[in-house]
């Protein structure tokens, strides 16, 4: 199974919700991590899990909180967003904690509105 | 910033032709990975090579990397419709340190 899955596809939240974004993957792999994508843009990395444990926090704000509640799970709080956070946002994984040296999978990403 | 540039930002080519695009990056890297994204999607990992390597194929894929002149260059040859998507480079750095996406070149091949 090579195959990182995230749901839900599209969210539309309003500014006063609490959401949450999951990612899952099945490959084994020890770190995954959330990007935010605006259109036309790369991906902006988020945060770093490595062996279920934060290891990069990329100044994001608090309103979006992090959780690996296992190895192969990596979700998303989302509270108190803005119109400015809509964007993709991609779940990824890769095999090795030397996040640098090896290919990342990417799940097909959650579309999130905020209105 | 160690980001890589791609160039061009947009290429438009006809179904069977070639199509070449080139990454610049300013810093020593450990590997660079070229990924496809088509619209509104995830993703899709493509080619990664290594510092120590000047040449890759997969399939209809080539890269090069020149490590001298600090770029790498992905050729799609006889290009199809399905093809079309925005493509990315990707600089890989021993340790820690986490990929730097280039800002990515929009491929359209029109049929």
């Not at chain 2, 199509?19 to 450990?30: F, G, L």
């Not at chain 2, 997969?58 to 998507?85: E, F, N, P, Y």
Request: proline share 5%; charged share 20%; with cysteine.
């Amino acid at each position: 199974d090579t195959e990182v899955t995230q749901t839900p596809k599209h969210l539309v939240m309003g500014m006063t919700n609490k959401k949450s974004l999951k990612c899952e993957q099945h490959m084994g792999h020890r770190a995954m991590y959330w990007y935010k994508q605006k259109a036309k843009k790369p991906p902006e990395l988020m945060f770093v899990y490595s062996y279920e444990k934060l290891s990069i926090n990329e100044s994001v704000p608090s309103r979006f909180s992090p959780e690996c509640p296992n190895s192969s799970l990596l979700n998303l709080h989302l509270h108190a967003l803005q119109p400015e956070d809509s964007a993709l946002y991609l779940c990824a994984s890769s095999p090795r904690d030397r996040i640098g040296s090896y290919e990342q999978y990417f799940g097909p990403g959650t579309r999130l509105t905020v209105t | 910033s160690q980001q890589g540039e791609e160039d061009p930002q947009a290429l438009s080519i006809q179904e069977g032709e070639n199509a070449t695009m080139n990454c610049s990056y300013k810093t020593s890297i450990n590997n660079l990975q070229w990924y496809r994204q088509n619209s509104g999607r995830g993703l899709v990992h493509l080619i990664l090579i290594r510092s120590n390597e000047r040449e890759k194929h997969s399939g209809r894929l080539r890269v090069t990397l020149d490590t001298s002149k600090k770029s790498s260059s992905l050729l799609i040859t006889a290009s199809r419709a399905a093809d079309t998507a925005s493509y990315f480079c990707a600089t890989g750095f021993s340790g820690n340190t986490p990929l730097v996406f280039g800002k990515g070149t929009r491929l359209s091949v029109i049929a």
